[in-house]
């Protein structure tokens, strides 16, 4: 949800802030800018639409100064057009603005009130007018910026930037990430370490309500009360910020193929392999003491929470209850005594999580969160948390989180089970084998990609798709639908497959293709019927099973496609594969931005 970067430094500002936006592309694309002071003279560059835009712009029209800060949006307040674009600015302010200001309407009242005008329909445009009334008013450039940021209701993550101040950038954060960077005699601002690689890999996060005076050589935090804040810096292991397509055509592509090797990594930090036995070393917790899981996440890691409940009630016996933290944190459920509460995200960053995790540590449940990256609010504010190892991932839609995600669950499960003698050394043996046997396994289902294409191509001449599994498929069918509609605009649904005949079924005729993931398994020969319930009403099924499903179920399905046989429990992070190969090349013959899909943006740091 936007990406903003600042830059004071002894080279040209812009390529680095163009450089370090292109790492934030992911965040948003409706539009990026840069300003720069150069010679005490503030000035800036807009342009509508992806970043390409602005460094075409800047090709014909250079922007000199070594300071500078920029952004890349996504839009929430007003049309994606170049006023609307970010830097923001007023007299002698500019600012970068991720979040939303609540309270914007009544401070524009204020300021219109007070003289002054506005141009654009945003929210941001009240802070650049709002400081810009201190500064007339005689305050200095920081004085103002404090006296702005203690008005502003909502959330932000903000980088200031003052004309006749080369040498000043006032950075501050509530509800959205920011880190600062730390050169050798030049600092950075950016809203996440990635954006800031290639210039430091000593990065100082701040915390809620931190607010910073950072110059080339000096940076100083101050918490929410005005206090001076000491904040560490943390020098990071940057190799997982590598954010390059290699031979791929798309970051998507990429990390679909990257899961063997990130899910053997996931698998490794959580598995004693002299033992066959699960470690959870940062997780001080008796399951057998956990009366009640609470899942809570947002899209496709909420999706990953379904599958666990599965595994977590199946396997381990413990009751799961699962929300969509955009409905929990208003929802406000009362906590059972012995509540452990789960929140599974990719960015850690995503604020109806995050808000909901807070929701549940006011209320004294456990915490864990399930993160990729380990600096994040998520990871920080949960009593532990558990990374997933996936590396960074730069395509909006997420694949190789989500199989990682479903991993590092699945050692959870088999933990709990141990612990509450569910699972025995034997039990959890097999499924330790087996997930560490899952990388190889997942190989051989990416080389189903060749037959995926034919079918891709084929399902891309449809508008309309159904999605069905059974049990703990029955997500993957939700994963594979949403995978679909995010990237190839067609519309697609998921279903548990028993639930089709109690209404979606009226849907179904030649047009309809119905894509089922099915393994032969307990739940097999009910999933069967369905398909010949829609294959009698014409309906073109797209069947993914393993050997023996496809040995008794081809007959008048439209596709089969077939996938190894794996441990029953696992099919769902196998079955995962398929449903994004198809989501993927069926985008790719579409001719979207597989990538960056329109209306999306990956990091949703506001409600
Ligand atoms: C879909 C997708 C989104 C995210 C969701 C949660 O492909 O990527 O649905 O899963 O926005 O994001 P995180 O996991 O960062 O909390």
Not at 575 to 599: E, F, S, W
Request: hydrophobic share 45%.
């Amino acid at each position: 949800m936007c990406g903003i970067v600042g830059v004071l430094g002894n080279h040209q500002a812009a390529p680095i802030l163009v450089d370090a936006l292109k790492r934030l592309e992911y965040r948003g694309y409706d539009s990026a800018g840069i300003a720069t002071v150069n010679d005490g003279v503030l000035d800036r560059r807009r342009a509508v639409g992806k970043l390409v835009n602005l460094s075409d712009l800047l090709v014909h029209n250079p922007i000199a100064g070594t300071a500078g800060i920029g952004h890349t949006r996504w839009a929430t307040h007003g049309q994606p057009n170049i006023t609307n674009a970010h830097p923001h600015q007023a007299g002698r302010v500019a600012v970068v603005h991720n979040g939303i200001i609540e309270n914007f309407k009544e401070l524009r009242s204020e300021l219109t009130d007070a003289g002054y005008g506005f141009d654009t329909d945003t929210d941001t445009e009240t802070i650049v007018k709002l400081c810009q009334q201190f500064m007339d008013g005689g305050l200095s450039a920081s004085e103002a910026a404090e006296k702005t940021i203690a008005r502003l209701d909502g959330a932000y993550a903000l980088c200031f930037l003052f004309q006749g101040e080369d040498d000043l950038m006032i950075a501050a954060r509530k509800g959205s990430p920011l880190a600062i960077g730390h050169g050798d005699g030049e600092m950075f601002v950016g809203s996440d370490a990635i954006a800031l690689a290639p210039m430091t890999n000593k990065v100082t996060y701040l915390e809620e309500g931190d607010w910073a005076v950072i110059t080339r050589n000096s940076f100083e935090i101050r918490d929410a009360n005005g206090a001076l804040a000491n904040r560490n810096m943390r020098e990071l292991d940057m190799k997982s910020a590598n954010a390059d397509k290699g031979m791929h055509k798309h970051f998507m592509s990429k990390e679909i193929a990257e899961q063997p090797a990130v899910l053997g990594d996931a698998v490794k930090h959580y598995i004693n392999t002299e033992r066959n036995a699960v470690v959870l070393p940062d997780v001080d917790l008796d399951f057998s003491k956990i009366s009640q899981i609470t899942m809570v996440a947002c899209g496709t890691a909420y999706l990953a929470c379904n599958v666990a409940k599965y595994w977590f009630e199946q396997i381990a016996g413990i009751p799961v209850d699962l929300d969509v933290a955009s409905e929990f944190r208003y929802r406000e459920p009362p906590l059972r005594d012995n509540t452990l509460a789960v929140f599974v995200s990719q960015s850690g960053e995503t604020a109806d999580t995050l808000a909901a995790l807070r929701y549940c540590n006011d209320n004294h449940a456990q915490t864990i969160g399930v993160v990729n990256v380990p600096e994040s609010s998520i990871a920080r504010e949960s009593n532990a948390s558990l990374q997933i190892h996936a590396g960074v991932e730069i395509g909006v839609a997420s694949t190789k989180a989500f199989t990682c995600q479903l991993t590092v669950l699945m050692t959870m499960v088999i933990k709990a089970a141990r612990q509450r003698g569910k699972l025995d050394a034997d039990g959890e043996a097999a499924l330790v084998s087996a997930l560490l046997g899952l990388p190889s396994i997942i190989n051989v289902a990416l080389q189903a990609e060749h037959e995926i294409i034919d079918v891709a191509n084929a399902l891309s001449k449809f508008s309309d798709t159904l999605f069905l599994g059974r049990g703990a498929l029955f997500p993957i069918a939700l994963e594979g639908a949403l995978k679909l509609k995010e990237i190839s605009y067609i519309h697609a649904e998921g279903y548990a497959s028993g639930e089709l005949k109690h209404g979606p079924i009226a849907l179904v005729d030649e047009n309809m293709p119905i894509v089922v993931f099915a393994p032969k398994d307990a739940l097999f020969d009910k999933t069967v019927s369905n398909m010949q319930e829609v294959m009698a009403r014409r309906g073109k099924v797209i069947l993914f099973t393993d050997d023996a499903g496809a040995q008794v179920a081809s007959d008048g399905a439209w596709k089969v496609i077939k996938m190894p046989a794996v441990h029953a429990p696992l099919a769902p992070i196998l079955y995962a594969i398929p449903a994004q190969l198809l989501a993927y090349h069926t985008a790719v013959a579409k001719g979207t931005d597989v990538d960056q899909p329109r209306n999306l943006a990956k990091s949703v740091t506001v409600e």
